[in-house]
């Protein structure tokens, strides 16, 4: 009945941009905090930015002051604006939210080539 659908990954060059989105459906989105995490060949997922229901935001180090974790309540929808990128952001990206139950999206790759 959930379901979290991620967009917006794609090809890129080192220092360019991409803005990810992740739609939810089948549940009242404004009650939860969202998160992104990343996986890159051989290395475990990784927490990258949450954004709480009150829209206070964390993020890993690795990324601050290049990404930016932001809300629709509207559209049901989290984004993650992703700047300067580097060939080291090169992963599968996937929104999370944490009820009592666990929801994935499906992933969409980012890769940051030139």
């Known amino acids: 009945q959930v379901q979290l659908v991620e967009s917006g990954g794609g090809l890129v060059q080192p220092g360019g941009s991409l803005r990810l989105s992740c739609a939810a459906s089948?549940?009242?989105?404004?009650?939860?905090?969202m998160n992104w995490y990343r996986q890159a060949p051989g290395k475990q997922r990784e927490l990258v930015a949450q954004?709480?229901?009150?829209?206070?935001?964390t993020y890993v180090d690795s990324v601050k002051g290049r990404f930016t974790i932001s809300r629709d309540n509207a559209k049901n929808t989290v984004y993650l604006q992703m700047n300067s990128l580097e060939p080291e952001d090169t992963a599968v990206y996937y929104c999370?939210?944490?009820?009592?139950?666990?929801?994935w999206g499906q992933g969409t790759q980012v890769t940051v080539s030139s």
């Open positions: 089948g549940i009242t989105f404004r009650l939860y905090a």
């Open positions: 954004i709480s229901r009150t829209y206070s935001t």
């Open positions: 999370n939210m944490r009820t009592p139950m666990n929801y």
